[in-house]
């Protein structure tokens, strides 16, 4: 395993390290920082914005180019969090709570410096981990056969759920199938049945999955900007950043040193459960830190910690590269942002899942490689030029949201070159408006649409190799296990509820007790 | 009405449609005879749409943000703008053909800028010419890619 794993790491080191891969990680950070900048758009806009020049890309430098625009959204998402409190997404929420206030407190500059360390460090931490991780995973993952596949999709697809939250999982859940259910649109790629297409030919090979992307999500964003009469960025002053106000003493140092490394760790591990996603790594994070601070350091969270600041924004970049090993290993997505990058590799004709690893060492090993260099690339570059980036921050909503939509728009049109995808766009786009005022959650939409496809497929072949019978489900002792575990991940909201219904009941009749006491 | 009991009501609707629709999937006499057809996982997908839908609709919310009502949620939102930049893209959907990329999208870039309230002359067309012309010269140019023009050229006999 080592004699590949070291051939593979020279492969990729290779692919990385040609010239032209090295200008899309530099253009995929720069890109990434940029679009994460802007106020109310995150990494999955980011990476959906991107993919229509990936096309014209071989699958390598494709890849390594949306690897970097994933990690620099998020970076360029912190930055938005810190200096103005408008958190592009749930991911960099986190790093608003003491990034903002400490830059309220007049050190803008030291927050953004912060960020950028920890980023880099909790970046390059589970990277070395992904690169040890991912093939051991894929190894394993080799022997995997379509029952295997599909009871990993059910796993996946449930995680989701289960991670959204307390009283978000039945609805993620739903958003879930209703993705399953976009996905049964177009022609049935086993009998040649057409599904729902209405005799459209335009619907006869199914909804374009960059088109579903762009609408449910950079088309939402920025029309939601307008409805919100989102103004965050209007009292701006980009001029209060000076070059001289980044810099980080060695006691703060010394203070950040031990979250970061914590955090580093805690935030890969999260990052590989399908579902979590760099969310959970941040709120994670940010929750271990205070907890284990002293006192004194612990009243200090919310109000501009240092540690507070350092071990979200640490989480969220460890998980984000985490979330790839899934992608990588067994392609199954483990954020909203890897479902897109999904979507890019089934695009590419790449079958994601362990057969990558063997057929296509290039690309595996080609995104692992790149994420080093895109960290170097996003502290050396992104920290001289914090000042100069903020000054986005300060462009007119009336230019940037038609912009946007132009952009987004035209992602699509000039993939297809068809107008009646500009249609769709924009009926999509209505009813994700609409669905989120219903407070329905996005991101399972899409990982449902994209793996919809192939979960069909397998439980197809599946159930035609078990000669249709059900059996495929605990026949084997894989699929056995991903099924148990499929349970237990099911269960765990539940289990939640239960044990905080059982405090609750707990704490009142201690309450009756001391008041009978009384 | 919770927003997220009529988003639940909508989604049960849809389910329903959606499983009435799967009806009407054609099969042949031969696929009619397998256990896993076309229609198999639009069934399943329909009972499982239905079932949560309903979950919702009957069990108490718990997210406070969900509690809200829908007219509570957008209350203050700028409709109007936000229904003339919709009604705006479908308009450039509509002249995409006739009016070709260039034109068709500095149009559409300058009635964004207007609806949204910049009134810069100078400004609005400099940032929409820079772009659309900028993105058909990487297009065309860098990448290769044959932007048809619009049907209005041939029509008018200019190309």
Known sequence: MWDGMINGMMTGITTTMIPFNIAMVLFGCFAGSFIGMLPGLGPITAVALLIPVTYALDPASGMVLLAGVYYGAIFGGSTCSILINAPGEAATVATALDGYPLARQGHPGKALAIAAYASFSGGTIAVIMLMFFAPMLANVATSFQSADYFALMILGLTAVSAFAGRGGVLKALLMVVLGLMLSTVGTDQTSGTQRFTFGSLELLDGIEFLLLAMATFALTEALFIILNKDASSDSFDPKSIGISNLKVTKKEFKLIYPSILRSSFLGFFIGVLPGAGATLGSFMSYGMERNLAPPEEQKKFGKGSLRGLAAPETGNNAASSGSFVPLLTLGIPGSGTTAVMLGALIAYGIEPGPRMFIDRPDVFWAVIMSMYLGNVFLLILNLPLIPYFARLLAIPRNLMVPIILFFSLMGVYLVTFNDFDIMMMVFFCIAAMALRLMNMPMAPLLLGFILGGLMEDNLRRSLMIFDESMSFMWERPITLGINITTIIVFSLPFIRYMIAKRKSKTAKVDEGVAAEAK | ?159
């Open chain 2, 1 to 159: 009405m919770a927003r997220e009991k009529v988003g639940a009501l909508v989604m049960l609707l849809f389910s329903i449609a959606y499983g009435l629709l799967a009806t009407k999937i054609p099969l042949s006499f031969l696929a009619q005879q397998e256990t896993f057809t076309s229609r198999t996982m639009p069934y399943a997908l329909a009972v499982m749409g239905g079932i949560l839908s309903f979950l919702i609709l009957v069990l108490p919310t718990v997210n406070p943000s969900g509690k809200k009502t829908l007219s509570e949620e957008t209350r203050g939102m700028e409709w109007s703008t936000a229904i003339l930049l919709v009604a705006m893209m479908l308009v450039y959907g509509l002249i995409m053909k006739w009016l070709g990329f260039i034109l068709a999208s500095i149009i559409f870039l300058l009635a964004g800028f207007y609806i949204l309230g910049e009134r810069r002359i100078q400004r609005m067309l400099f940032t929409a010419v820079l772009l659309v012309v900028g993105l058909w010269g990487i297009m065309s140019m860098l990448l290769g890619v044959y932007i048809a023009p619009g049907e209005i050229f041939y029509q008018l006999g200019i190309l």
